[in-house]
Structure formats: structure tokens, C-alpha cells
């Protein structure tokens, strides 16, 4: 039974470029999350997908979107890289009929450095 | 705002004993309760979840919740050295549909054997 798969692992990227990072979901989940998670910091939730909308979004700009396609894997995109958006993403996905009940399983984290 | 509070630690417990983690939640509305462990440079990893006031027990791990207090707990038993990691508390607010979490910032748990 797959797990959630991200991709890449690690990434370099200079400010003010743009960046996509992708997810895979559990299998059988059709909802995929992201966060943001800071060195130190608990993850910060970025936004969720469902039925390729996005359904909820965390306190962050508009320069992270996303997308969901129907297999149910999701993209994050940030533009204008700041050096504060350096962080390890985490895509986690969940089934929407269990209304997140028993929880999100999480992805191995894409790391973000921006210099 | 909802915000989610621990203590960042680290908290250094004996191995062999008990480690008592705790979390305290700002929005009556919360719903759900969930700890994540996390080791460094990996994933969080769920380890229990909890919505009923009470306790909930599952091997040598033991959630409390008391939602007039705003206050939820794990109880790690027989702890043992691979126990060493940031423990994290998360919270759901809505009883329906699925929403994003909210994380504190995680409690740093060193075992010592």
C-alpha cells in the first residue's frame, strides 16, 4: 500500500523564482493538504484539495497556489521566492468521507532552500 | 486565532519511566485531537488521535483529553529510548468535512537510558 509521495526531496532555488512541488496521495485518499514547516516550528497549514478545488487556505499569500488533478495528486506552487519561505513541505492526504477523524498521513517533506 | 501551545522542552525522562506530554487549545469549536511524533529531518508520524473526553490507550500510549479545560495530554509508558523525538499536538476545528490542522510547536522528548 503506497504511502504519500513527494517530490523532490531537496530543492535550491534563488529569490524570486518560482517553484512547483508535487504529492501523491495514500491510495485511496482524495484529499491532499499541504503545510509549511519552519525549522523549530510545528507545520503551518497552507491550503487543502478536494474534487480539484481548493477547499480551505491558511494564512499565506497569494504567491502559493496549487492545483489537484482527478488521479487526486496535487502541486504546490510558490512564485517570487522569499528567503523566508526556505522550509520543509508536507503534503498530507486524507479521505473526505471520514472527515479527518482519524487523522492525515504525511508525506517525507520536500526541503526548500531559497538563498 | 486559533493557537495550540506546548512546552518546547526538551523534557529529559528516565528510560523505563513515564513521559507526560502536554497541550493546550484556544478554540472551544475544536473537534479532534491528534500527536504526531516527528524525528529530526523526517516526517510527523500520527501516533494517536482522541475526540471524546476521556482517555484513549493503545499499546504503551495513552491520550487525555478534557475539553473544559482546553487541555490535552499523551502519556508515554515504559519509555524507551527510540521515544526520543518532538512530539507534536495538532487540532481539527470543524466536526464535519475535512480541515487543516493546527500544530503547536512541538515538545522535544530526550529518553535517557
Known amino acids: 500500500d503506497a504511502g504519500v509521495t513527494q517530490s523532490p526531496t531537496h530543492l535550491i532555488k534563488t529569490r524570486g523564482q518560482q517553484v512547483t512541488l508535487r504529492c501523491s496521495p495514500k491510495?485511496?485518499?482524495?484529499?491532499v493538504s499541504w503545510y509549511q514547516q519552519a525549522l523549530g516550528q510545528g507545520p503551518q497549514f497552507i491550503f487543502q484539495y478536494y474534487e480539484e478545488e481548493e477547499r480551505q487556505r491558511g494564512n499565506f499569500p497569494d504567491r502559493f497556489s496549487g492545483h489537484q488533478f482527478p488521479n487526486y495528486s496535487s502541486e504546490l506552487n510558490v512564485n517570487a521566492l522569499l528567503l523566508g519561505d526556505s522550509a520543509l513541505y508536507l503534503c498530507?492526504?486524507?479521505?473526505?468521507?471520514?472527515?479527518?477523524?482519524?487523522?492525515?498521513?504525511f508525506g517525507s517533506g520536500t526541503r526548500l532552500t531559497v538563498v | 486565532q486559533k493557537e495550540v501551545e506546548q512546552n518546547s522542552g526538551p523534557l529529559s525522562v528516565p528510560e523505563g519511566a513515564i513521559a507526560s506530554l502536554n497541550c493546550t487549545y484556544s478554540d472551544r469549536g475544536s473537534q479532534s485531537f491528534f500527536w504526531y511524533r516527528q524525528y529530526s529531518g523526517k516526517s510527523p508520524e500520527l501516533i494517536m488521535f482522541?475526540?471524546?473526553?476521556g482517555d484513549k490507550e493503545d499499546g504503551r500510549f495513552t491520550a487525555q483529553l478534557n475539553k473544559a479545560s482546553q487541555y490535552v495530554s499523551l502519556l508515554i509508558r515504559d519509555s524507551q529510548p527510540s521515544d526520543s523525538a518532538t512530539y507534536l499536538c495538532?487540532?481539527?476545528?470543524?466536526?464535519?468535512?475535512?480541515?487543516?490542522?493546527?500544530f503547536g510547536k512541538g515538545t522535544h522528548l530526550i529518553i535517557q537510558p
Open positions: 482522541i475526540y471524546s473526553n
Open positions: 491510495s485511496g485518499h482524495d484529499t
Open positions: 498530507a492526504s486524507s479521505l473526505a468521507r471520514d472527515g479527518g477523524r482519524y487523522g492525515y498521513t
Open positions: 495538532a487540532v481539527r476545528l470543524s466536526g464535519g468535512g475535512a480541515d487543516g490542522l493546527t
